[in-house]
């Protein structure tokens, strides 16, 4: 499902104009943005954690050239999902979902 789908089936089901509905996911994406890269993880109950997770430095080996490289250390985005949304994946009928 793409992001305009999403946008399509908010507005249908609330009654909120499309416009209205892409304004406030829009925003909800750039606030959880800002707050990652600004180091701080984002909690939503019940849908799961977007984190921000620490790299350690490591060497690792170009083998083309047989050259090792040093990574930095760094942080990379992440998103970790609550348990009752994993249950609720699990247990949901995806088969008739699948086009």
Do not use: L
């Not at 750039?30 to 620490?54: A, C, L, P």
Request: net charge positive; aromatic share 8%; no cysteine.
């Amino acid at each position: 499902m793409t992001k305009a789908e999403i946008i399509t089936e908010i507005a249908s089901k609330t009654g909120i104009e499309k416009v209205d509905v892409q304004e406030t996911v829009e925003a909800f994406f750039k606030v959880i943005k800002n707050s990652m890269v600004g180091g701080e993880n984002v909690y939503v109950r019940g849908f799961g954690s977007f984190v921000v997770k620490k790299r350690a430095k490591k060497t690792a080996r170009n083998i083309s050239k047989n050259t090792a490289i040093i990574i930095p250390e760094h942080f990379v985005p992440s998103f970790k999902p609550a348990k009752t949304f994993v249950e609720k994946v699990k247990t949901g009928n995806k088969a008739a979902k699948v086009k």
